[in-house]
C-alpha cells in the first residue's frame, strides 16, 4: 500500500507563485517516475510535468518556462514550483508516482489532489 499526500494549494493572483508539494509512504522500495496532473472544471485531466529517478524532467508546452519540477528522493518528495501563474492554470492539481514495491511489484498512485486557483 502507498500513499501519497500533497500540499501547497490555494488561491494566487495572476503573475503569482506557489509551490506544491507530494510525499509519498508506505510499501516503497524504489519510485522510478514521479509527476504532477492537472484536471480544470469540464476538461480532461492532462499531464504537466514529470521527474525519473534520474532526474530528467519533461514538461506540457503550456508550462513550459513556468514551472519547475524536482524530487527529494531521501524524502519520497517531488515539488512543483509554478511561477507567472495565470488564470488557464486554475486546476486540481494531482501527483502520480509509479512505485515498486517491497513486495517487488509495480503501482501507479495517486495523491487526493490539492486546488489551485488563480484569480484576481
Known amino acids: 500500500q502507498v500513499q501519497l499526500v500533497e500540499s501547497g494549494g490555494g488561491l494566487v493572483q495572476p503573475g503569482g507563485s506557489l509551490r506544491l508539494s507530494c510525499t509519498a509512504s508506505?510499501?516503497?522500495?524504489?519510485?522510478?517516475?514521479m509527476g504532477w496532473y492537472r484536471q480544470a472544471p469540464e476538461k480532461q485531466r492532462e499531464l504537466v510535468a514529470t521527474i525519473i529517478s534520474g532526474d530528467k524532467t519533461s514538461y506540457a508546452d503550456s508550462v513550459k518556462g513556468r514551472f519547475t519540477i524536482s524530487r527529494d528522493n531521501a524524502k519520497n518528495t517531488v515539488y512543483l514550483g509554478m511561477n507567472s501563474l495565470k488564470p488557464e492554470d486554475t486546476a486540481v492539481y494531482y501527483c502520480n508516482a509509479v512505485v515498486i514495491t517491497t513486495m517487488g511489484g509495480q503501482i501507479s498512485s495517486w495523491g487526493q489532489g490539492t486546488q489551485v486557483t488563480v484569480s484576481s
Open positions: 508506505g510499501s516503497i522500495f524504489a519510485i522510478p517516475v
